[in-house]
């Protein structure tokens, strides 16, 4: 095992070192949502802390579209990269700013409108439903300049620089926590905004992170090459169509997955107030480790799409086995902290005893499926990476909304297990996904090496 590992070592670096980066920028997304959790869990209640779960339960599943649409520029970037293609890696930018401008506008109106059409039909508690609005309307703004933030932090991922991202992120989420602990606790002569604040302190940090962003690619010598040929005024409908070829499959998988979560979620507001908030606390726990599988699979999507680019096929597959095995390890060390720690994590969310005594169950079902968790987002960033995502995103409608959201209900209100039924629920729905992505990269793989 170790002779293996050393003739194999090269990829094992080479993915943490792209992934590393990565992980951190990707963990910005849920870091943003977790800062807000705590700091309502902490300092505005049981009731705000539900309303905030019920907000992210059905602002996410639209959210992951407009994050999928932009990722489908990252593998083409990668591919042309690798043909050493820059004017049309430059093409590719100004099409995917477009798309993901307009993108931002339809998800903003589905977002607020649907969002609060299916909060209110949804059988949950009217004061958990008023206490959102304020939140709901602010976070759906903040849309806007999350979707240019990501269209070129996908630009610049796809070429394999990541460290700025991260830094980016890490410098937004430290000026969310101060702004959002500001506005929701009430201080320097500022009224207490409770749930309002953190929707404004996350609307500020994304603009930020948008300016920053853009600016770092316009302005950096990495990048000179490609920004020669940028044009923002170059529309071809051939290009917006290659990165919606991409794009929008890649949304659809986020959405079965994060949609199953979130219907999960409204599922457990059926069982009461403080059963969504234990929910809320254990997703919050789990979602930053699977943010953090998610740098290892995109870091997956790169390379592979690297390597496919020019037809390498056997550093592709050195790539993907050593993302596999580094998600695996990953996820299992994960998954022993949850075990030995359930009892304590969740006061890092809430100070509620009986929300704590509920999540702790959680987090130890929790440890179970990270292990499936992981496996199965690094089987959708390898296959992306091959440019494979219409078969995968049939894979995960079936594991999700055929196989684990009826299992939720089933073993959650039907047998009346409660949560951890709908815990179960999602475990299985998981571990379907897991084992039927590996059998499709397996095929693809094969299939590419016979040509």
């Excluded at 959708?380 to 219409?390: A, E, F, I, Q, S």
Aim: aromatic content about 12%; some cysteine.
């Amino acid at each position: 095992m170790l002779k293996k590992y050393k003739s194999n070592k090269i990829y094992y670096q080479s993915t943490i070192a792209l992934a590393g980066p990565v992980v951190i920028s990707q963990l910005g997304h849920t870091l943003v949502q977790t800062v807000d959790t705590i700091i309502i869990g902490h300092y505005a209640g049981t009731i705000s802390l539900a309303a905030v779960s019920l907000v992210h339960s059905v602002f996410m599943v639209i959210l992951v579209i407009g994050l999928g649409i932009a990722y489908g520029l990252t593998p083409l970037i990668a591919q042309e990269n690798g043909k050493s293609n820059f004017k049309e890696c430059a093409k590719l930018l100004s099409n995917s700013l477009w798309l993901n401008i307009i993108a931002a506008i339809l998800l903003f109106i589905v977002v607020y409108f649907g969002s609060m059409f299916a909060m209110q039909h949804a059988n949950q508690d009217p004061n958990v439903v008023e206490t959102a609005k304020p939140y709901l309307l602010i976070l759906s703004l903040s849309i806007f300049p999350l979707m240019i933030f990501q269209t070129f932090k996908q630009f610049a991922e796809g070429l394999g620089f990541t460290k700025q991202a991260m830094n980016i992120t890490i410098w937004g989420n430290l000026i969310n926590v101060v702004i959002a602990v500001i506005l929701v606790k009430g201080m320097l002569g500022i009224e207490p905004m409770g749930v309002k604040g953190v929707g404004v302190a996350t609307l500020v940090d994304r603009v930020l992170m948008m300016v920053v962003m853009a600016w770092y690619v316009f302005k950096s010598h990495n990048f000179k090459e490609y920004m020669l040929h940028f044009s923002a005024k170059y529309i071809n409908f051939s290009k917006i169509l290659a990165v919606v070829k991409i794009g929008l499959p890649v949304a659809m998988q986020y959405v079965f997955e994060i949609g199953a979560f979130a219907a999960a979620a409204l599922i457990a507001g059926q069982l009461g107030a403080t059963e969504q908030a234990a929910h809320q606390t254990a997703i919050t726990l789990a979602a930053m480790t699977y943010m953090m599988a998610g740098g290892i699979a995109s870091a997956a999507t790169i390379k592979i799409g690297n390597s496919f680019g020019n037809q390498n096929y056997m550093r592709l597959q050195k790539f993907a086995h050593a993302s596999y095995h580094l998600v695996i390890i990953f996820m299992l060390f994960f998954a022993v902290i949850f075990t030995l720690f359930n009892q304590y994590l969740p006061f890092l969310i809430t100070s509620d005893v009986n929300v704590v005594a509920i999540a702790a169950q959680l987090l130890l079902i929790a440890g179970i499926f990270q292990l499936f968790d992981g496996t199965q987002v690094v089987g959708l960033g390898t296959l992306r990476g091959m440019g494979d995502v219409n078969i995968p995103t049939f894979i995960t409608f079936i594991a999700y909304w055929i196989i684990g959201l009826p299992s939720c209900y089933i073993l959650g209100i039907y047998f009346n297990i409660g949560i951890q039924g709908i815990w179960y629920g999602l475990s299985l729905g998981l571990l379907t996904s897991s084992v039927l992505l590996y059998l499709r990269f397996k095929y693809v793989i094969n299939k590419a090496l016979k040509k």
